[in-house]
């Protein structure tokens, strides 16, 4: 009843985006930084800050959805407006616009997380945070599965941290 529930919602979502595309954007509990010995920061995914904010987000998607097209961001940033910057190329569209309809049925992270899987996989294309296999779209090209080599973190085009 509960999963019938959730399917519903999202297809409900789904036809009021209409023809869409959708990224997902996990950036929260994947770009925690830890100081070494020396007391320099590092990370297990050196990118993937840099690669999932808007101004690296534009450059990397420009290729795979063209302006003017409605953007759904399924994402675990918490800082209001974070993806503002995108709605210069599109219109962008959150879990937050559709609350009439999803707070009725979720009631908890993982049903939200359940509907946005399925809003995502109805997008036209679908671009995911990390690359999972060869023909994936992607934001960063760090490995999501990673060796658990803590590494300076990347913020700029040139690769030499910052």
């Known amino acids: 009843m ?55 987000i534009l450059r990397r998607i420009e290729k795979w959805v063209p302006s003017g097209r409605t953007l759904y961001i399924a994402s675990n940033e918490r800082t209001p407006g974070f993806f503002s910057l995108l709605s210069v190329r599109y219109k962008l569209a959150f879990s937050s616009n559709y609350s009439h309809i999803l707070e009725p049925v979720i009631e908890n992270n993982y049903q939200l997380f359940m509907i946005e899987r399925l809003i995502l996989t109805g997008a036209k294309t679908f671009i995911n945070t990390f690359k999972e296999d060869d023909t994936d779209l992607s934001l960063t090209d760090d490995r999501k599965k990673n060796t658990k080599v803590w590494q300076i973190p990347v913020y700029t085009m040139d690769e030499e941290g910052t």
Request: avoid cysteine; proline fraction near 4%; charged fraction near 40%.
């Open 2 to 56: 509960v999963a019938k529930k959730l399917r519903n919602a999202a297809d409900e979502i789904k036809e009021l985006l209409g023809d869409y595309d959708a990224i997902h954007v996990r950036r929260g509990d994947i770009i925690k930084t830890r100081k070494d010995r020396f007391g320099v920061n590092r990370t297990l995914h050196p990118h993937v800050d840099r690669d999932t904010h808007p101004e690296f």
